[in-house]
């Protein structure tokens, strides 16, 4: 499964331009059966909170969400996808993209709003983490310094 996964991704690199990339991996992303935070869990959390701060200041104690100052990130200290994280060599950063589509959906459910997420480094292209940083409307993280 591991080099199939590879040279899907290789294909995929080589045939679609990067926001086709995005919006493939994202919408795939949305059902991934491998989530560490299941939506109930997530509804759990939101329904315990009595408001984003709350809700916000929760999930980073329970997920990888990292609050920087008025930022807001998930950092993966690993690739923890079970598709590649054996044997991550040659894999693709286009992978990523699923991550991120996950993280999406995430807060959106959690906030009751459309996010976007960016990004900003991953594994499989070879930083030393994952970091993808969340944006919202009303503010990134207003109140949580």
Not at 39 to 63: A, G, H, M, P, V
Not at 74 to 81: E, G, I, P
Not at 90 to 106: D, F, H, R, V
Request: charged share 30%; net charge neutral.
């Amino acid at each position: 499964m591991n080099s199939w996964l590879k040279e899907l991704l290789k294909n995929i690199d080589n045939n679609v331009n990067e926001q086709t990339k995005i919006k493939i991996m994202e919408a795939s992303g949305e059902n991934c059966p491998f989530t560490h935070l299941t939506d109930d869990r997530l509804l759990e959390i939101k329904s315990n909170s009595k408001n984003e701060f709350y809700f916000l200041k929760k999930l980073s104690e329970e997920w990888r969400v990292k609050i920087e100052g008025d930022n807001i990130y998930v950092v993966f200290d690993k690739c923890y996808c079970p598709l590649i994280n054996e044997d991550i060599r040659g894999a693709s950063k286009t992978l990523c993209y699923c991550t991120q589509g996950n993280i999406k959906k995430k807060f959106r459910i959690g906030l009751g709003k459309d996010v976007d997420v960016l990004m900003e480094k991953t594994i499989l292209a070879g930083d030393d983490e994952c970091r993808f940083k969340v944006f919202y409307k009303g503010g990134q993280s207003e109140g949580l310094k």
